[in-house]
């Protein structure tokens, strides 16, 4: 089976730091990817790591351990346009992406 | 460049009506995947098409749910006789011919809801 565990809910304020994890089991893996969606819009995506280690892009950062299963996204200088639904997603085969359940930011001012 | 299109953006049927989904993907791309969003929750993998061909539908619901992606013309995601279950988020991504699918772009999505 496949399941990518995240947090429901993660708060914070503005100017903060937040990181969101995931955790997976699945029965492939290429890869671990980041998508961000607003309420009621598309997802868009944020950033990739196929390889151990730390990937930046900007306010955000996504790191991998693949002998833990185990993903961050870091998110720095946290803004109000933060506030968003973030999932991962594992690349489990050629073109197959397995999202998580989503972890919903609040940033507050 | 014009991005990911889907229409109709809100669908509403009747239950045992058909529902028609259609995507068009960014100019150039030749992957198309299609996902069902419940609320608060995450997008569900449905069905991967090439032009002409259904590459992987492992996620599709076996019975009136078909998709196809032609020759000339956008990608269509059909469901027949719809239920009260079928209402949801459907987005529509696509990738370029040299991808490995890690990032898709995704259209506005159709919000269906079956009365």
């Known amino acids: 089976g496949q399941s990518l565990e995240q947090p429901s809910e993660v708060t914070a304020v503005e100017g903060a730091i937040v990181q969101i994890n995931c955790t997976y089991q699945?029965?492939?893996?290429?890869?671990l990817s980041w998508y961000q969606q607003h309420d009621g819009g598309a997802p868009t995506f944020l950033s990739y790591?196929?390889?151990?280690g730390l990937e930046e892009t900007g306010r955000f950062s996504s790191f991998l351990s693949r002998s833990d299963s185990y993903g961050y996204l870091l998110l720095q200088e946290l803004q109000m346009k933060d506030s968003a639904s973030y999932f991962c997603?594992?690349?489990?085969?050629?073109?197959?992406?397995?999202f998580g359940t989503g972890t919903r930011l609040l940033v507050s001012p | 460049n014009a991005g990911v299109m889907q229409n109709p953006r809100h669908l509403v049927r009747r239950r045992g009506q058909e529902a028609r989904l259609r995507c068009s993907p960014m100019?150039?791309?030749?992957?198309v995947y299609w996902y069902r969003q419940l609320p608060e929750e995450g997008l569900k993998f449905m069905v991967y098409l090439q032009k002409e061909n259904i590459i992987d539908e492992s996620g599709m619901p076996k019975e009136r749910f078909s998709a196809e992606f032609p020759k000339e013309g956008p990608s269509i995601l059909r469901i027949q006789q719809v239920v009260r279950g079928d209402s949801a988020a459907y987005f529509c991504?696509?990738?370029?011919?040299?991808?490995?699918?890690?990032?898709?772009?995704f259209g506005p999505g159709t919000r269906l809801t079956v009365t």
């Open positions: 790591n196929a390889l151990d």
């Open positions: 100019k150039g791309h030749s992957h």
């Open positions: 699945t029965s492939g893996f290429y890869g």
């Open positions: 997603a594992v690349v489990t085969g050629f073109q197959k992406l397995v």
């Open positions: 991504a696509s990738s370029p011919p040299a991808s490995t699918g890690y990032e898709q772009y």
